[in-house]
């Protein structure tokens, strides 16, 4: 069965610390990959999304993600976080033919202290 | 653009009754998905409609769980009767393609 890894649950950084949340799936077809947020009090939203091309994709707010196919990894980074990044990240994956649905990772909480 | 927007954004509910939650997705989104987060958790798909038909609800429990999108806009999901490990946080989401909007959810507390 398809299944998204999340490696770390609870990241804490310091304001300009770098970030990299790891993420990893299990389907070895062509898939759709994402991250969403949610921050405190706010609806899931997308960060930023792979479907084909180049696999260092850029999101808002300067997030980035590199797909490693090899290696099953969607992993996503920021150069130096804010105290605004506090928030869960969710990594997602969906096989891009045949209408499989979207499959969630558990989840990141990131806090960012000031 | 208005988002998807849900109701009620909080229940409590006691073990064996019922409650309904409803959606109304994006405009013109085809694609319209119920979600269950239990804390700790990411989402859950539970149920995956294409206009008014059913994709897959092979993670729905059909003892208890039921959803419907008659006119292939609004939805309800509907809980009968409610357990304990029901609570949770209801996510309806909608797309017109890959990108999946979410709206807000429902929290239920089952007691």
Redesign the interface.
């Known amino acids: 069965a398809q299944s998204?890894s999340q490696h770390n649950h609870h990241v804490i950084l310091s304001e300009a610390a770098s970030l990299e949340l790891g993420c990893n799936y299990s389907y070895g077809g062509t898939v759709?990959l994402?991250w969403?947020v949610q921050y405190p009090g706010q609806?899931?939203?997308?960060l930023l999304?792979y479907?084909s091309g180049d696999p260092l994709v850029k999101g808002i707010k300067g997030f980035e993600a590199e797909f490693i196919k090899s290696k099953f990894s969607f992993n996503l980074r920021k150069p130096s976080v804010q105290w605004s990044d506090t928030a869960e990240y969710?990594c997602?994956v969906?096989r891009s033919t045949g209408?499989f649905?979207?499959?969630?990772?558990?989840?990141t909480r990131l806090f960012v202290k000031a | 653009e208005a988002?998807?927007a849900q109701s009620p954004r909080y229940k409590i509910i006691e073990k064996r009754q019922s409650v309904a939650f409803w959606c109304n997705p994006i405009s013109g989104h085809a694609t319209l998905?119920w979600y269950q987060q239990i804390l700790?958790?990411?989402?859950?798909?539970l149920i995956?409609f294409q206009n008014n038909g059913v994709?897959?609800d092979?993670q729905l429990p059909k003892d208890r769980f039921s959803a419907e999108r008659l006119k292939g806009v609004d939805s309800t999901l509907k809980i009968q009767p409610a357990k304990l490990e029901d609570s949770a946080v209801y996510?309806c989401?909608s797309s017109a393609l890959?990108?999946?909007?979410?709206?807000?959810?429902t929290r239920l507390t089952v007691t």
């Open positions: 998204v759709n994402f969403y609806h899931l939203q997308l999304k479907f969710f997602a969906k209408g649905k979207t499959i969630f990772g558990a989840g | 988002g998807v998905y700790g958790q990411g989402p859950k798909l995956q994709v897959d092979s996510l989401a890959n990108e999946q909007y979410f709206g807000p959810g």
